[in-house]
């Protein structure tokens, strides 16, 4: 990986990693399954996980460092971890991408609920942590559509028009003493400890387009309509689980890589994944016009990488292309 630092230092837009998770185990692929709990005694070693504790935190954290070197200044990494071991790797990326330029905790619902005989709760998540290099990172704000629940839930009024709306306060927090959004509308000054979202001329363009509501008692609050809004918020807790039939173990869900592409690079970027397994990441790039950098040891991994992107189709727009480099 070092190799890449003579020509990619400063321009990868994205990595997205799902290192080995220090489990002191042997994970194997075979002719009809690759699967972490059922396998065969006839079945190819896919990968080792035999580096545990101090050592295994210690490769982790030589890789980190040169990834951050490799990253763009808007550039983000997103690191796909355990839960046993999470927690040690958290404090390895403050120390390398500082604390400040940690994003997010993002829990990751990766299997059905278990009903092992085990004294202790049912592990049905794994974790992802999320960082930035800088403060100027690339943000697509994603959003996952409104379920028919929510519409309802959320937005529980109607208009003679018959679209759905709901409406809140015209106000937030904090006092202003001399500007604008801290005068009176309408003779209502905003209630104390607080001041108006926008100026009273603002305020009053709203009323005359009908975009503010009053309540019996003259409150005013804002129309917010359901068909002027793309979605609610992706949340920190993610539903993406592992595929039911895996190419290769320890597989990852092809719409959570997609996902995390789209939120955090452009068409155009680069994204490196330097575990990439079965090549997941590669595909969704490859198929969201992102340039891809992909890296494993293993060679039942690169094998089914290749196939992969040999199955994609060629389009119009896009051709799969690339060069395979026997050793970096």
Same mark, same amino acid.
């Given at each position: 990986m070092k190799m890449l630092l003579d020509t990619y230092a400063g321009k990868i837009n994205l990595v997205?990693? +799902?290192?080995?998770?220090?489990t002191?185990?042997?994970?194997? !692929?075979?002719?009809? %399954?690759?699967?972490?709990i059922s396998s065969s005694n006839d079945d190819a070693i896919a990968y080792t996980d035999t580096l545990i504790g101090a050592d295994f935190l210690e490769f982790l954290r030589e890789r980190? !460092?040169?990834? %951050?070197?490799?990253?763009?200044?808007?550039?983000?990494?997103?690191?796909?971890?355990?839960?046993?071991?999470?927690?040690?790797?958290?404090?390895i990326m403050d120390e390398v991408f500082g604390r400040k330029n940690f994003r997010s905790d993002i829990t990751r619902i990766k299997c059905n609920p278990k009903n092992f005989h085990r004294?202790?709760?049912g592990n049905i998540k794994d974790l992802i942590l999320f960082y930035s290099k800088s403060g100027n990172t690339v943000w697509n704000d994603p959003r996952v559509p409104f379920s028919d629940d929510d519409r309802e839930r959320l937005f529980k009024k109607v208009n003679k028009e018959g679209r759905r709306y709901t409406t809140i306060p015209l106000h937030a927090p904090g006092e202003t003493s001399n500007g604008e959004t801290g005068k009176e509308w309408h003779g209502l000054p905003p209630p104390k400890g607080r001041h108006w979202r926008s100026n009273p001329a603002v305020l009053e363009e709203w009323d005359k387009e009908g975009l503010i509501e009053w309540s019996e008692n003259g409150v005013p609050r804002k129309k917010i309509f359901l068909d002027e809004k793309d979605g609610k918020k992706m949340q920190d807790v993610w539903d993406f689980k592992d595929p039911q039939y895996p190419k290769y173990p320890t597989e990852k869900n092809m719409d959570m890589l997609k996902f995390i592409i789209e939120a955090s690079s452009n068409e155009g970027d680069t994204v490196l994944d330097c575990f990439c397994g079965s090549g997941t990441t590669l595909v969704a790039a490859q198929l969201l016009n992102r340039h891809w950098?992909? !890296? +494993?040891?293993?060679?039942?991994?690169?094998?089914?990488? %290749?196939? /992969?992107?040999?199955?994609l189709p060629?389009?119009?727009f896009s051709?799969?292309?690339?060069?395979?480099? /026997?050793?970096?």
């Open positions: 997205y990693i +799902d290192p080995p998770f220090a002191n185990g042997h994970f194997k !692929i075979g002719e009809e %399954r690759a699967n972490t980190l !460092i040169l990834l %951050r070197e490799l990253l763009s200044e808007n550039g983000t990494i997103y690191l796909h971890i355990d839960y046993k071991i999470g927690h040690y790797v958290k404090l004294k202790t709760y950098i992909g !890296i +494993d040891k293993s060679e039942p991994a690169i094998k089914v990488a %290749r196939e /992969k992107l040999a199955s060629d389009t119009l051709k799969v292309e690339y060069e395979f480099l /026997k050793e970096l």
